[in-house]
């Protein structure tokens, strides 16, 4: 399996070899930006998931026992605490994101995530929820049916479960009560926030600005930011602007930069990474341990009080790759993959091998491990 992994990112890497030499890829600013006051805002509410078989939170789950009282005291219905079951009840925790356009009427989706020790939220149904804000304020309501992407099922000695049956969603479960306090047409100037802060591609989207807007409006605060002015005739009128702006092609740059995740042994390559004049060689130490038991039965006619003898046997082997030095010298990236190719390396290899290039100072490029 790494072997194959191993050959799919050497594939991808000539590919993107071949793509370019190293130098700037166009895109589009809405690609590689955001804009000052096109955002979402986050929202989170408390609530419970009903109609659940058997499935919902245990006795000793007393928030959700609290929470099932005060709901039906509110609407009158008096019972007692201790009477309460709520196997086929969940609390639930309820997040979404409402963007800065939306407004009174409009719907967005939610996700419902279990708060409690409910194994799962199939066949439920969230009751109203109340969707706050950073400043406390409601903002959206929220309920409906939920939707989970799994399934749970268990037996007497076996269980059988797919994907996560604790985590849901209700896709269009939100009503939009309130909309954020902002006036996106009254701004007197415009921020574009870049994904990836690079001095280069700062540069290049005020050039592409202002040689389409005409003038100096646009100017670069840092590597991240860029300030636009907003002119005359779009004030109060910014949708025909940003119509324009975002749709842009500028060219980008980015650093030079390996990307290395160990818990999954991948590796991403960056285009413009190259490899000095190096030496590298790589091998592995095998130690193998096995444990065996030599069992001596009494014979036949033994002595009375013979005992069944039980000898312990260990055999340690070890085995060692030998390895020759190779020579590894890229100026791009087609040679840095094709020089590791030759060394015939595995995905958990090549992050050695990265990082002791790195130490050496022969990687030219960040070396990112997460």
Not at 27 to 56: C, E, H, M, P, W
Not at 157 to 186: H, I, L, M, Q
Not at 274 to 287: D, E, W, Y
Not at 335 to 345: A, H, Q, T, Y
């Amino acid at each position: 399996m790494y072997r194959r992994r191993f050959s799919i990112l050497l594939l991808t890497a000539l590919i993107l070899a071949a793509l370019g030499s190293g130098e700037g890829r166009a895109a589009r600013i809405k690609d590689v930006a955001s804009f000052s006051g096109v955002r979402t805002n986050q929202l989170v509410g408390y609530g419970l998931v009903v109609g659940l078989g058997g499935t919902g939170d245990k006795r000793g789950s007393d928030f959700t026992i609290q929470s099932i009282w005060n709901m039906l005291d509110k609407m009158g219905v008096r019972v007692d605490k201790k009477t309460l079951r709520p196997a086929n009840v969940a609390a639930v925790m309820v997040t979404c994101q409402m963007s800065a356009t939306s407004r009174p009427g409009s719907k967005i989706d939610v996700t419902v995530s279990s708060l409690g020790d409910a194994s799962s939220l199939v066949g439920g149904v969230l009751l109203m929820t109340p969707m706050k804000g950073v400043d406390g304020e409601i903002y959206a309501l929220a309920q409906g049916p939920v939707a989970v992407g799994g399934y749970q099922a268990s037996g007497a000695a076996a269980s059988a479960t797919k994907n996560v049956t604790t985590v849901a969603s209700v896709p269009g479960g939100a009503n939009v009560e309130r909309s954020v306090p902002f006036d996106f047409n009254g701004q007197h100037d415009l921020t574009i926030n870049l994904g990836y802060a690079d001095f280069t591609t700062a540069m290049s989207v005020v050039k592409k600005i202002n040689q389409t807007l005409g003038g100096g409006l646009a100017r670069a605060v840092d590597a991240s930011t860029v300030k636009l002015e907003i002119p005359e005739q779009f004030k109060g009128n910014m949708v025909p602007l940003m119509a324009t702006i975002e749709n842009l092609e500028i060219t980008t740059d980015n650093k030079a930069k390996v990307v290395v995740d160990e818990k999954t042994g991948t590796v991403v390559v960056g285009l413009n990474v190259k490899l000095t004049r190096a030496a590298v060689t790589h091998g592995n130490l095998q130690i193998t341990v096995s444990e065996s038991a030599d069992v001596s039965q009494p014979l036949p006619f033994a002595p009375v009080g013979a005992q069944t003898v039980v000898t312990p046997q260990t055999n340690v082997s070890t085995s060692e790759e030998n390895r020759q030095l190779r020579m590894v010298e890229g100026a791009t990236l087609q040679e840095l993959v094709e020089g590791l190719n030759v060394l015939k390396s595995t995905p958990r290899d090549l992050i050695s091998i990265l990082k002791t290039l790195k130490a050496s100072g022969s990687l030219q490029a960040d070396l990112e491990v997460i």
